[in-house]
């Protein structure tokens, strides 16, 4: 662990499997990279070694190879605790920083942050101007609760030593782990900024040339589910008192569940005491989402 902290922010970019879009993704952040700034990406143990598609590319660049549990969770976690900045901006390998915006990250007083993002598909890089700042808005004042989800690849950042002290991403989770971490920051009561801009640019794909495609797309969808069921378990008292934010996590477990045809675990989420208050809105909409995936199987 590297403990003296002499640069203000630290842009962490895991990386497993996309040469070709990491070379990318880095290059949109050197492009406006302040001074007191570096780029550590995270080699999740690629085929082709991170070091060697990014070497030389710039001086304030570094790589290094985890030793953490294999997954974007562990990544982040080993490049935390190797960063040299007070502050931390993650950016996903296949994505794109909007130029500008790790200057306006460094203005924010806030303990973390996000931002809305632009998706595209493709190699080419579509046409984007420097981002253009102005006030984020208080993340506890943020409605609905999807909105106060802090996506890790939606330019988000956070303190480094408070991402310590909230004991990092849950790597046992390998998919939505930023729905857990989330959840967690909402409950320490931070100081949490939504961004009024855009600030990412995301590739939409199923792997360019050969290179690893999205993570949460070769999940399969009973796998999610669970996923979600622990994070409904893990924080069913908080839960408990954000009525809403319950109700959108069981949607989005029960919509897979009924695309993993698991009528039993559907009926376990649906009896659950968080479904309660929502449970007729929750049965119809269980009905909906299988009645839509049997005729996608079709």
């Given at each position: ?26 290059q ?58 007070r ?13 500008g915006?790790p200057?306006?990250?460094l ?48 330019g ?85 008192e ?57």
């Amino acid at each position: 662990m590297i403990d003296n902290q002499d640069l203000e922010l630290t842009v962490i970019v895991p990386s497993r499997d996309r040469p070709q879009l990491l070379a990318a993704a880095v290059q949109s952040v050197l492009a406006s990279l302040p001074d007191c700034a570096e780029v550590l990406v995270v080699d999740d143990r690629s085929v082709l070694p991170v070091a060697s598609v990014v070497a030389n590319l710039d001086p304030r660049l570094r790589s290094i190879v985890s030793e953490a549990r294999p997954g974007a969770a562990g990544a982040r976690n080993w490049g935390v605790t190797h960063a040299r900045g007070r502050r931390i901006l993650f950016l996903d390998d296949d994505d794109l920083m909007i130029p500008g915006y790790p200057t306006w990250v460094l203005e924010q007083q806030s303990d973390y942050g996000f931002a809305p993002t632009i998706s595209f598909r493709g190699l080419a890089v579509p046409a984007i101007g420097v981002y253009p700042g102005g006030t984020g808005k208080p993340v506890v004042d943020v409605r609905p609760f999807r909105h106060q989800v802090a996506g890790l690849g939606c330019g988000f950042w956070i303190d480094r030593a408070t991402f310590l002290a909230t004991g990092g991403i849950a790597e046992d989770i390998r998919v939505n782990e930023d729905t857990e971490f989330s959840i967690r920051l909402l409950r320490a009561d931070l100081r949490g900024v939504r961004a009024p801009a855009p600030a990412v640019l995301v590739r939409q794909h199923d792997g360019i040339g050969g290179e690893r495609g999205h993570l949460t797309a070769a999940a399969k969808a009973g796998e999610r589910a669970g996923f979600f069921g622990a994070i409904l378990s893990r924080h069913a008292d908080w839960l408990t008192e954000r009525p809403d934010a319950a109700k959108h996590l069981l949607q989005r477990q029960l919509k897979l569940l009924a695309r993993a045809r698991d009528g039993e675990g559907a009926r376990a989420a649906l009896a659950s005491p968080l479904a309660k208050q929502h449970r007729l809105a929750l049965w119809l909409y269980y009905l909906a989402e299988t009645l839509l995936a049997q005729i996608k199987r079709r």
